[in-house]
C-alpha cells in the first residue's frame, strides 16, 4: 500500500533528519516506529503526506509516486492518509463540532466550507465518528475544555472523517498519561482491525509497541537501524536495543 | 573598587594613539567594535555640538565654531587633568599610600561639574568673548565640550589600560562613557530644544487671562431665553415759547412705566471748536423692571433712530429691589435733520430692560456646533477603523510569514499566473466598467458600482491567477522535459522587462535629469528605459536558470517582503499628513481626514493582524494541511479562530487612536471638531476652545475606558 524508498531529508539549516530510509507497508497493518526523540520519526512521518518536502527518495502510494505531484493531486492524496499528533493539534477556540467537522474540508467545496456549511451526511458522519470515540456529549463544547486525553479522541474523530485509507499517527500518546494511552491506542487498534484502516504510529514505550503493532521499524538518528515482527520485538535484545536507542539508554518498563 | 595586585602597566603608546585619534589605541590592540564605536561618537558628537554652536550663533561659516569648540574641549579638559592631577597628588603626598584614593570617580565627577560651574565665564572666555557666547548658547555648549573632553580623556585611559593588558580579560565597563555621551545629548538636546525655563514662570501673566477661560468655558456652551421690556417718554425739543411737551406718564402699578419730566426742553449743543453745551436736564423715574438687573437708556430722535446718549448722564441704570430707579439725563445733542426741521420736534426717551431668564436655558449655537463637529470626529474615527479593518484583513494575510513562507510555486505557474492575474484584473475593470455604464455612471450609483467592481476585479483576478497558472503549467506538461523551464523562464524574463522598461524611464527621469539636467536625460530617455528592460529580462533569465530543477519560487516570500516593506512605509508617514493630501485631492472636511485615517489604519492594523498570525500556534494549521484542505479552507478553520480575539483587540485600539488622531486631523483640514477649533483659536474665542478640548477630553477619556473593557473581555 506505501512504499517508501530511498527516503532522505535534509533541513534548509543542514540538520540531516532521514538518511536513505526505505521500507514498505501493507494494507491493514499497524506498523510502530519507534527510536527516540529527534531519530526522525515525526519527519518520516510528515514526509509521507508530504507535510516536509523530502529531499531525496521516492513515497509510493498505492502504486503511484506522490513524491513530486503538484497541490491539488497532492490535496486528493492527502484526504485519504488521517493524521494525529503528539499536541493533538486541535483549533482550541473553536467547538468539538467544528474541529471533527474540519477533517472534512477536503472533500467539501471550497466556497461552502468557508461560510462553515456542511452536508447533513457530513454532520452525520461527525456524530457518528464522536459516538465511536465516546464523546458525542461533548460535540459543542469548545475544544480547550476537555481534557488532553479526550482532545486526543477529537484528533482521531477528526482523522476518521477523511475516511482515511490509512492514518499516521505521530507520538500519540505521549502527552498523556499512561492509562489513557491505552485507550488512545485502543481505539486506533480498533480502527485498524474493524475498519482494515491501517496504523503507521510512532511511539516511545516499546511495551506499548509490543501490544499493539503488527510490525516495527527502528530509527536511529535518521537511518533504519530495526525492521521486524511482533515476535522480533519481544526478542529483542540487549544489544539489539542499544543499536536503537543508544548506548546510554536503559530498559524500563519492558514486561 | 577592586585592585588588581598586580596590575599591568597601562602603554604609553595606545594611549598617545587613540589622544590623537579617539579609539585608535582600542582598535589597534584587536577592540575592533570598541574603537569604532569610540571613534563615531566623538566625531558624530563633536560635530554635532559645532554645528548647533554655528547654527545658534549664525557664525557665517562652520569652522569658526568648530575652533572655538575645539578650545572650549581643550579648556574644560585642561581642568579636568588638573583635577585627575590633583586627586593623583592628594593621594601620594597627604595620604601617603598610591593605593588609595582622594575620592571616587562619581567624586572627581561632581567635582567637574561644580568647577565647570564656577569656571564657567572663565572658559568661555578662553574660546570668545564670553558674553557674547554666553548669550548665544548658554551653560550647555561647556557641558557639551567638558562631556567631551572628558570622553576624550577617557578614551585614552582605556586605550593605555587595554593596550597594557590586552583583550585576554574582560574590557573595562562601558558604563562611564555611555554616561558622558548621555551628558552631551543631554546638553545639545537642551540647547536645540530651547530649553527656557525662566519664561515659563516670567511669562505666565500671558497665559494667565485665557486659562480660565479655557478651562471652564461653559458660559459659552448656553444661551438663555430673553425678555425685552421697553418703556417710552415722548420729549419735545427744542421747546418753543409756550409749548408744554408731550404730557408725563403716570405711574402704572402692576407693570412696567417710565416718565420723565420735563417734558419740554433743548438739545445740547456740540460746537465745531470741540465745546458741548448739554441740553435740558431731565430727571427720569420709572418701575415696574426686574429687581436687581440693569436696564438701559437710548435716544430716539424725531425721525426714529436710537442710540446710546453719550456724556449726558446714566445710561446704565440699576433697578432697585422694589423695581423702580430715578435717574437724571441731559437732552443730548440731536442734529436734526433740515428736511423735518419744521413743525414739532418730538423726541422719544427709551427706557429698556433685557431681562435674562437664566432657567430658560439652551445650547448655544457655538456648542451645537462643537458637537456636531464632535459627532463627525467619532464618526470619521469609526468609519476609519471600519474600512481600515476591512482592507487590512485581506492584506494582513499576505504580510504574515508562516502562511507565506511555505508558499513555493513552480516557475510555469508563476508565469501562468501573473498572465492570468493581469488578463483577470483586466477583464474584472472592463466588465465593471460595463456595469457602472449600466447603472447610469458612477456619479449614479457609486457604492453599487464600487461593490461591483472590486469583487469583479478580485474575483476575475484570482480565477485567472489559479487557472491559468494550473492551464499554463498543463500545457508546457505536454511539451515535456527541460524545453518548459526554458520557455517559462523566457516568458517570465519578458513580462518582467515590461516594469524594468518603465523602472528605466522613471530613473531617466527622476534621477538623470537632475545629474545631468531635463534636456540631455530627455534625449536619452528611451535608451534608458530599454536598458532598464533588457537588464531586469537578464537577472530574471539568470535567476530563473540558477533555479531551474530546484523547488521553484519562493513567491510566498517576495510577496510577504514587499507588503510588509509597503505597510512600513506608510505607517511610517503619519495620518495628519496623509490628511494635508487628501484635503487637497477631496476637499476639506471629514472625508479628506478619514480618508487619511483609513491609510494609515489599513498599515497598522494590517501589521498587527499579521503578527497576530505570526504568533498562531502552528499544530492546527498542520493538521488541516494533512486532511488535504485548500489553503483557504486551513485559513478559515484554523487561522481566523485563533486570531480573532487579538484581532478585536487590535481593531478597538486603533478605533480608539483613531477618534484621538481625527480630534486633531482638522487642523489640516481633516474637518471635524479640529476644524472648528483652529477658526475658534484663530478668532480669539478662548472659551470656545475650551469647549473644544473638554468635549475631546470627555470622549477621548470615555473611549479609552471603553476600549479597554472590551479588550479585557476579548482576550
Known amino acids: 500500500m506505501l512504499k517508501v524508498e530511498h527516503l532522505s531529508m535534509v533541513y534548509p539549516d543542514g540538520t540531516i533528519a532521514l538518511r536513505d530510509v526505505s521500507f514498505e507497508v501493507k494494507e491493514g497493518e499497524f506498523l510502530g516506529i519507534i527510536g527516540l526523540s529527534g531519530s526522525g520519526k515525526s519527519t518520516l512521518l510528515r514526509c509521507i503526506n508530504r507535510l516536509l518536502e523530502p529531499s531525496e527518495g521516492k513515497i509510493i502510494w498505492n502504486g503511484r509516486d506522490i513524491t513530486h505531484i503538484d497541490q491539488s493531486e497532492l490535496r486528493m492524496v492527502r484526504r485519504e492518509i488521517g493524521m494525529v499528533f503528539q499536541q493533538f493539534n486541535l483549533v482550541k477556540r473553536s467547538s468539538v463540532m467544528v474541529n471533527v467537522l474540519s477533517g472534512r474540508l477536503g472533500y467539501t467545496p471550497p466556497s461552502w466550507s468557508l461560510i462553515n456549511r456542511f452536508s447533513r451526511a457530513d454532520r452525520a458522519l461527525a456524530v457518528a465518528a464522536l459516538e465511536r470515540v465516546g464523546i458525542a456529549d461533548k460535540a459543542n463544547n469548545r475544544a480547550d475544555e476537555l481534557s488532553g486525553g479526550q482532545q486526543q479522541r477529537v484528533g482521531i474523530a477528526r482523522a476518521l472523517m477523511q475516511q482515511p485509507k490509512m492514518i499516521l499517527a505521530d507520538e500519540p500518546v505521549a502527552s498523556l498519561d499512561p492509562v489513557l494511552s491505552h485507550s488512545i491506542l485502543g481505539y486506533l487498534e480498533k480502527l485498524n482491525k474493524e475498519d482494515n484502516i491501517t496504523v503507521l504510529c510512532s511511539l516511545h514505550f516499546l511495551d506499548l509497541v509490543q501490544r499493539y503493532s503488527t510490525r516495527v521499524i527502528g530509527l536511529r538518528s535518521g537511518k533504519l537501524v530495526f525492521e521486524g515482527g511482533k515476535k522480533d520485538i519481544a526478542e529483542i535484545s540487549d544489544s539489539r536495543f542499544k543499536e536503537i536507542y543508544g548506548e546510554e539508554a536503559q530498559r524500563l518498563g519492558v514486561e | 573598587m577592586t585592585k588588581g595586585i598586580a596590575a599591568p602597566r597601562p602603554s604609553l603608546l595606545h594611549g598617545i594613539l587613540s589622544l590623537l585619534v579617539p579609539g585608535l589605541g582600542q582598535f589597534v590592540v584587536g577592540a575592533r567594535g570598541r574603537g569604532s564605536a569610540i571613534f563615531a561618537s566623538v566625531v558624530v558628537l563633536g560635530g554635532?555640538?559645532?554645528?548647533?554652536?554655528?547654527?545658534?550663533?549664525?557664525?557665517?561659516?562652520?569652522?569658526?565654531?568648530?575652533?572655538?569648540?575645539?578650545?572650549?574641549?581643550?579648556?574644560?579638559?585642561?581642568?579636568?587633568?588638573?583635577?585627575?592631577?590633583?586627586?593623583?597628588?592628594?593621594?601620594?603626598?597627604?595620604?601617603?599610600?598610591?593605593?588609595?584614593?582622594?575620592?571616587?570617580?562619581?567624586?572627581?565627577?561632581?567635582?567637574?561639574?561644580?568647577?565647570?560651574?564656577?569656571?564657567?565665564?572663565q572658559i568661555l572666555a578662553t574660546a570668545g568673548s564670553a558674553e557674547q557666547l554666553a548669550f548665544v548658547f548658554g551653560g550647555t555648549a561647556l557641558f557639551a565640550a567638558g562631556s567631551l573632553a572628558a570622553l576624550w580623556l577617557w578614551n585614552v585611559a582605556d586605550a593605555a589600560r587595554i593596550g597594557g593588558a590586552g583583550l585576554g580579560g574582560h574590557l573595562p565597563s562601558l558604563a562611564l562613557p555611555i554616561l558622558l555621551v548621555c551628558l552631551l545629548v543631554f546638553s545639545l538636546g537642551y540647547n536645540i530644544t530651547r530649553v527656557d525655563l525662566p519664561k515659563a514662570i516670567t511669562e505666565y501673566q500671558d497665559i494667565s487671562i485665557l486659562l480660565p477661560r479655557i478651562l471652564w468655558p461653559w458660559r459659552a456652551a448656553f444661551a438663555y431665553d430673553q425678555e425685552v421690556v421697553e418703556e417710552t417718554q415722548l420729549i419735545q425739543a427744542p421747546c418753543p415759547d409756550g409749548a408744554i411737551g408731550p404730557p408725563s406718564n403716570e405711574p402704572q402699578a402692576g407693570e412696567p412705566w417710565i416718565s420723565a419730566t420735563p417734558t419740554c426742553g433743548e438739545v445740547g449743543v456740540r460746537a465745531i471748536t470741540g465745546g458741548f453745551e448739554p441740553g435740558t436736564l431731565l430727571t427720569i423715574t420709572g418701575g415696574g423692571f426686574v429687581p436687581g438687573q440693569t436696564v438701559n437708556i437710548l435716544w430716539k430722535n424725531p425721525i426714529g433712530n436710537a442710540f446710546r446718549p453719550r456724556g449726558v448722564g446714566e445710561t446704565e441704570i440699576l433697578i432697585n429691589e422694589n423695581g423702580e430707579f430715578t435717574s437724571q439725563l441731559n437732552i443730548p445733542d440731536v442734529v436734526i435733520p433740515e428736511a423735518t426741521a419744521s413743525g414739532d420736534q418730538i423726541h422719544t426717551l427709551v427706557v429698556r430692560q433685557e431681562d435674562v431668564e437664566v432657567f430658560g436655558?439652551?445650547?448655544?449655537?457655538?456648542?451645537?456646533?462643537?458637537?456636531?463637529?464632535?459627532?463627525?470626529?467619532?464618526?470619521?474615527?469609526?468609519?476609519?477603523?471600519?474600512?481600515?479593518?476591512?482592507?487590512?484583513?485581506?492584506?494582513?494575510?499576505?504580510?504574515?510569514?508562516?502562511?507565506?513562507?511555505?508558499?513555493?510555486?513552480?516557475?510555469?505557474?508563476?508565469?501562468?499566473?501573473?498572465?492570468?492575474?493581469?488578463?483577470?484584473?483586466?477583464?474584472?475593470?472592463?466588465?465593471?466598467?460595463?456595469?457602472?455604464?449600466?447603472?447610469?455612471?458612477?456619479?449614479?450609483?457609486?457604492?453599487?458600482?464600487?461593490?461591483?467592481?472590486?469583487?469583479?476585479?478580485?474575483?476575475?483576478?484570482?480565477?485567472?491567477?489559479?487557472?491559468?497558472g494550473r492551464l499554463f503549467a498543463l500545457m508546457l506538461e505536454r511539451l515535456g522535459g527541460a524545453a518548459n523551464d526554458t520557455i517559462s523562464a523566457i516568458l517570465l524574463a519578458a513580462m518582467i522587462a515590461v516594469p524594468g522598461y518603465f523602472l528605466g524611464r522613471g530613473f531617466s527621469r527622476g534621477v538623470m535629469s537632475i545629474v545631468q539636467g531635463a534636456d540631455i536625460a530627455a534625449i536619452n530617455e528611451q535608451n534608458f528605459a530599454y536598458a532598464g528592460a533588457i537588464l531586469l529580462a537578464v537577472l530574471t533569465l539568470l535567476y530563473a536558470f540558477r533555479n531551474r530543477g530546484g523547488r521553484g519560487i519562493p513567491i510566498g516570500s517576495i510577496i510577504y517582503t514587499t507588503t510588509r516593506t509597503i505597510l512600513n512605509i506608510l505607517r511610517s508617514v503619519e495620518a495628519l499628513i496623509y490628511a494635508i493630501i487628501f484635503a487637497i485631492w477631496v476637499g476639506l472636511g471629514p472625508f479628506a481626514g478619514m480618508l487619511a485615517l483609513t491609510l494609515h489604519t489599513v498599515a497598522s492594523l494590517a501589521k498587527l493582524y499579521s503578527e497576530a498570525i505570526e504568533s498562531i500556534e502552528p499544530g492546527p494549521l498542520e493538521a488541516l494541511n494533512a486532511t488535504g484542505a485548500t489553503r483557504l479552507q486551513t485559513i478559515v478553520y484554523a487561522v481566523i479562530p485563533q486570531i480573532l480575539p487579538p484581532a478585536i483587540s487590535f481593531t478597538v485600539y486603533r478605533w480608539d487612536i483613531n477618534v484621538r488622531m481625527s480630534t486633531i486631523i482638522g487642523f489640516v483640514g481633516g474637518g471635524g471638531i479640529g476644524f472648528i477649533m483652529l477658526q475658534w483659536q484663530r478668532l480669539y474665542q478662548w472659551e470656545l476652545v475650551g469647549i473644544a478640548v473638554w468635549l475631546i477630553a470627555i470622549t477621548v477619556a470615555t473611549l479609552d475606558y471603553v476600549s479597554a473593557e472590551i479588550r479585557e473581555r476579548t482576550i
Request: charged share 10%; aromatic share 12%.
Open chain 2, 48 to 121: 554635532l555640538s559645532a554645528w548647533t554652536i554655528s547654527q545658534k550663533a549664525r557664525f557665517p561659516d562652520f569652522s569658526l565654531s568648530f575652533v572655538i569648540f575645539a578650545k572650549l574641549v581643550f579648556a574644560t579638559g585642561l581642568l579636568l587633568l588638573f583635577l585627575v592631577a590633583l586627586r593623583a597628588l592628594v593621594s601620594r603626598f597627604i595620604l601617603r599610600d598610591a593605593s588609595l584614593e582622594a575620592f571616587s570617580a562619581y567624586g572627581m565627577g561632581i567635582l567637574y561639574f561644580l568647577a565647570l560651574v564656577v569656571a564657567g565665564n
Open chain 2, 361 to 468: 436655558w439652551r445650547f448655544s449655537d457655538d456648542m451645537k456646533l462643537a458637537l456636531v463637529g464632535m459627532l463627525e470626529t467619532i464618526m470619521m474615527g469609526l468609519m476609519a477603523t471600519f474600512f481600515g479593518m476591512i482592507l487590512a484583513f485581506p492584506i494582513s494575510f499576505l504580510a504574515a510569514r508562516n502562511l507565506m513562507a511555505p508558499i513555493v510555486s513552480p516557475l510555469n505557474g508563476i508565469v501562468g499566473g501573473i498572465v492570468g492575474l493581469v488578463a483577470g484584473i483586466w477583464l474584472g475593470s472592463e466588465l465593471a466598467g460595463r456595469a457602472a455604464e449600466a447603472l447610469g455612471g458612477l456619479a449614479n450609483a457609486p457604492i453599487q458600482i464600487f461593490l461591483i467592481g472590486a469583487v469583479l476585479v478580485i474575483g476575475l483576478g484570482y480565477a485567472g491567477l489559479t487557472l491559468a
